[in-house]
């Protein structure tokens, strides 16, 4: 169990975090996962950018959606959040639009 949190740190809000309010105009789809169990799997055929919100230009989604759905009108972006207890998958025609809803607080260890 050590060398499998060796590298693992918790997703938590402490002081000096931030809220964000992501919102995507026109999505093809979603898919909520437990994060439990969508973890698991290293995929070293899918390549994208980015730590917990993820923005993918190849993934087993994308390739999902390209073989069992039809009639995009316009290319797909496929971002994934990576949240504590959820994985939350979204392809959507443009980038969600993000505005931070919360101000950052003093981070203060007493």
Do not use: Q
């Not at 000096?16 to 309010?21: D, I, P, Q, R």
């Amino acid at each position: 169990m050590a060398e499998i949190r060796r590298d693992a740190w918790p997703i938590e809000t402490i002081d000096g975090c931030k809220s964000f309010e992501l919102c995507w105009k026109r999505y093809a789809a979603y898919l909520v996962t437990e994060e439990v169990v969508g973890s698991c799997a290293k995929y070293d055929d899918e390549v994208f950018s980015g730590k917990l919100l993820r923005v993918y230009s190849k993934s087993h989604f994308l390739d999902h959606l390209s073989r069992d759905t039809c009639g995009h009108m316009a290319p797909i972006l496929h971002c994934k959040l990576i949240c504590l207890n959820h994985l939350i998958d979204v392809a959507a025609y443009a980038p969600p639009e993000i505005r931070v809803i919360a101000p950052s607080r003093e981070f203060s260890r007493t």
